[in-house]
């Protein structure tokens, strides 16, 4: 926190020897998160008494609580003392921690890779394998910012001449990197999944960018303050009459809007796909903000072989075609040279329209990085290009191939030819590798003989 404000944001705003302000109250009722914006003058922050940890006296922090547009809720606390003048500024995610965590790993080749916009949480750690440097995960505060930052010089007060000729050699390495005289590696791993490196040949791949998404560890969880089961608390079994209920019947409970954090409910139903399997559809209505959410969940275990389904659109009438796209599918369309990794958009249970629309939705209208500051006209010129053309595939103008590859094999798009076999869709199964296996969580798994127990004393 900034300067030494004692308590924790949840519940309320900490104070330091001040009650509750006007402002507080005004931010209270009229929404906690405010979005930025430059006509807003009644934007203002709340002000409240803290300890100052350079000197000891009365400082003064202010907080605001706001929403950065096409991002998330922040907190940008600011604290100053007015008897040392010492300060500090913070800005902490208040935003929701994501199902699975990420890690980002650049390939930095020239200086061109350096002007990346980069998204790094205070949960999340950075590496650069070349220097064996690493900065440990909860060292380093939040920051939004592009990949070349100035190295600031910092004097070094060290006794030992030997540890200072390391310190210096190591700056000078840095300088280098910055300059890019030699290829390095950056590494930003983040359990929380709030962390970001931008692709600027979005909607393309990027060959020196690799994204993958992972399931954290009961530690990471810990460490992330989230809560798991009590040890030795047993589950309890779901008998026939349990699942026919879900058959029939629409489930709801309480959860919280992910947009705007107000409570709201969710729906849950099992529906049997035909032809397929079972899947469990959650619905989210948020009555405060309206925004609304739904997810599918696969309700079988992962299949023993991966599947790839590439159809064939043809004809504006393959827009209507049912299809399930799990959390593990990727999606790729060759002709627009255009891939989507697992979990970009999650699970969903829509149609091939749908799912275009979706796509062009994340690609082009929710894209942060084609408005404000950060646009260029070059990458906003080829991201609206991509978007006319995925409208032209949806009118049935321009043919193209839809691949959907899952390495769960729980994915599914409708045979309208079905029981007989579908001309423009290919369904193959084959072998995940070793590498798929290890993103599913697979390779680790111990699936035989866990019931044998030794019983010896």
Known sequence: MAGGMPGGMPGGFPGAGGAPSGEEERVRGDGVFKDISADDDDAQPTVIDSLCMNCYQNGTTRLLLTKIPFFKEL??????CAHCSWSNTEVQAAGRIQ???????????SKQDLNREVVKSDSASARIPELDFEIPAFTQKGCMSIGQRKINPTTFQA???????KIDEFVGKLKKLKDVECE?????DDPSGNSFVENPLAPQQDQDLCVSFYTRTPQQNAQLGIQDNEAGQ??????????ETMRNEVLMFNTNCPECNA??????KLV????FKEVIIMATNCDSCGHRTNEVKSGGATEELGTRISLHLTDPSDMSRDLLKS?????????LEFELGMAALGGKFTTVEGLLKDIKDLVVSKNPFICGDSASSDRTQKLEAFGEKIDQVISGATPVHLILDDPAGNSYVQNIYAPDADPEMKVEKYTRTFEQNEDLGLNDMKTEGYEQVDCET
């Open 99 to 109: 199902d699975r965590g990420v890690c980002y790993t650049l390939k930095v080749t």
């Open 263 to 268: 409570p709201a409910s969710t729906n849950m």
């Open 234 to 243: 047993e589950e309890e079994d779901t008998t026939g009459s349990d699942l």
């Open 75 to 80: 907190i940008v606390s600011s604290f100053t």
């Open 184 to 188: 390095f590696t950056l590494v930003i």
């Open 159 to 165: 006794t030992d001449p030997e540890v200072a000729e």
């Open 272 to 275: 049997q796909i035909p032809h």
């Open 327 to 335: 959390e593990t599918c990727c999606v790729l369309i060759p002709e």
